[in-house]
């Protein structure tokens, strides 16, 4: 399995989502931390496994986008977002 790395916005974006579902409600929070845990976790040991997103060569996972590039050593995590977001949102992320 390739580690990963999360582009410094995504990361927020990440800690900013957990956040809002621990605001609803703690059990909330955990099963969304969980949850992109877990996309994480496959998408570092099949990352061809979700369909490819425009732009290429991202990937997305649902209900919540799980954006990344599989790079020779890492994968890159780009973005976590909700899917109704407009993918071009982050496309500059993908030059650093």
């Known amino acids: 399995?390739?580690?990963?790395r999360f582009h410094p916005e995504g990361d927020k974006e990440y800690a900013e989502a957990a956040a809002h579902?621990?605001?609803?409600?703690?059990?909330?929070?955990?099963?969304?931390?969980?949850?992109?845990?877990?996309?994480?976790?496959?998408a570092c040991a099949a990352p061809r496994r979700y369909r490819r997103r425009h732009p290429p060569p991202l990937h997305g996972c649902f209900p919540y986008a799980l954006l990344y590039l599989d790079e020779p050593d890492r994968m890159w995590i780009v973005a976590v977002m909700p899917l109704k977001r407009d993918l071009d949102y982050c496309k500059h992320r993908l030059t650093g």
Request: avoid cysteine; glycine fraction near 16%.
């Open 1 to 4: 399995m390739k580690p990963h």
């Open 21 to 42: 579902y621990v605001g609803i409600g703690a059990e909330l929070g955990g099963r969304f931390y969980d949850e992109i845990e877990r996309l994480i976790a496959e």
